[in-house]
């Protein structure tokens, strides 16, 4: 077969399953019609026609690699011990892949609290960052928490 045909085929096969068929699928396709062609010929014709099959999936972007954007200030030096409670905290967040998709978890730590009693506060959310604690203000404008009297 030349490839003006190949690629009138190519396109119908492609077109008629959603737009979604990929170089393996599009190739596959194209054998059950009894059209024996090479998968890298289908691969070349798909690069050349500039398309492609649906990707499953996206990519979750943590951080901007390379001075892209600004860091934020370094407000106790790397020097992380407290002196009194409530005088320096740390604030993290994370992701986690999960079924339904991908879950933010963020993490305020008292470094004055022994290492079991640290987090004072987590809490994980569903659909991105922005979706606010249920019931909850800001963290960063609570109060932190009381300690306990020694003895």
């Given at each position: 077969m030349r490839d003006g045909e190949l690629k009138e085929l190519l396109q119908h096969v492609y077109?008629?399953?959603?737009?979604?068929y990929g170089a393996r699928k599009i190739w596959r396709e194209l054998n059950r019609q009894g059209r024996t062609v090479a998968r890298c010929t289908v691969e070349r014709l798909m690069r050349e026609f500039g398309i492609t099959g649906a990707v499953r999936g996206r990519r979750v972007i943590t951080t901007l690699p390379g001075g892209q954007t600004d860091r934020a200030p370094d407000l106790?030096?790397?020097d992380f011990v407290a002196g009194a409670p409530n005088r320096c905290w740390v604030a993290d967040f994370t992701h986690v892949k999960a079924w339904a998709g991908v879950v933010h978890v963020a993490f305020v730590v008292?470094?004055?609290?022994?290492?079991?009693?640290?987090?004072?506060?987590s809490h994980r959310e569903g659909n991105g960052l922005r979706a606010g604690?249920?019931?909850?203000?800001?963290?960063?404008?609570?109060?932190?928490?009381?300690?306990?009297?020694?003895g």
């Open positions: 077109d008629t399953n959603y737009r979604v106790v030096d790397r008292d470094n004055l609290l022994p290492p079991d009693r640290r987090l004072i506060r604690c249920p019931g909850d203000d800001d963290l960063a404008t609570r109060p932190g928490p009381t300690p306990r009297p020694a």
